[in-house]
């Protein structure tokens, strides 16, 4: 006869692992703002493998699934992918300044769309806030480009830093807040 495991336990279990995580990403976070650029590298080099890595499925699918057009249309996609995967692994300081410009005209483009967004729904108790992530988010945008590429040292791998230290501590809380929940439960 087996006997069911403890909910409570199991509950403490995954809650002690999402702890963990958490703390790891604080901590990686950290280290991301403390070297935003180096953390930026290693983003661009993620970014750079993944267009090998979908280069070489490309022209894998080209011989598995293809002829005639097909055929020489996926391979030439994949042989792009190959080609600036590759590059781009070479050049990690290019993707990163090619990557910050992108973030600035995002950002810019995001600020636009919230301050439309704003505008239509102003008069909804709480768009101020709208109005205020429109604000920060096209000033963050501006700065971004204005400073452009200079802006590379430090934007990439200070907003990723960022995101790593906000992820790590809503995961840590939702996971004392699950221990918690399961200690009231027993």
């Avoid at 493998?49 to 055929?71: D, E, N, R």
């Avoid at 769309?113 to 920060?136: H, T």
């Avoid at 990439?156 to 840590?172: C, E, K, N, Q, Y």
């Amino acid at each position: 006869m087996s006997t069911m495991p403890d909910p409570v336990a199991l509950v403490k279990q995954g809650s002690k692992w999402g702890i963990l995580w958490g703390v790891l990403l604080v901590i990686a976070g950290a280290l991301a703002i403390g070297e935003p650029y180096l953390a930026a590298i290693a983003v661009a080099t993620f970014i750079a493998y993944l267009l090998v890595i979908v280069g070489i499925l490309h022209v894998a699918v080209a011989f598995q699934a293809h002829s005639g057009k097909a055929f020489l249309w996926k391979l030439l996609v994949g042989i792009s992918y190959l080609f600036i995967g590759g590059y781009l692994t070479f050049r990690p300081s290019l993707t990163v300044a090619s990557l910050t410009l992108v973030l600035a005209f995002l950002f810019l483009f995001e600020g636009v769309l919230d301050f439309m967004l704003w505008w239509k729904s102003r008069s909804v108790q709480g768009a101020f806030w709208i109005l205020v992530d429109s604000i920060v988010t096209l000033i963050l945008g501006g700065m971004i480009y204005v400073h452009w590429p200079s802006s590379s040292v430090w934007a990439i791998g200070t907003l990723v830093g960022i995101s790593m230290i906000m992820s790590g501590v809503a995961r840590i809380m939702l996971s004392l807040a699950v221990r918690a929940l399961a200690k009231q439960m027993a």
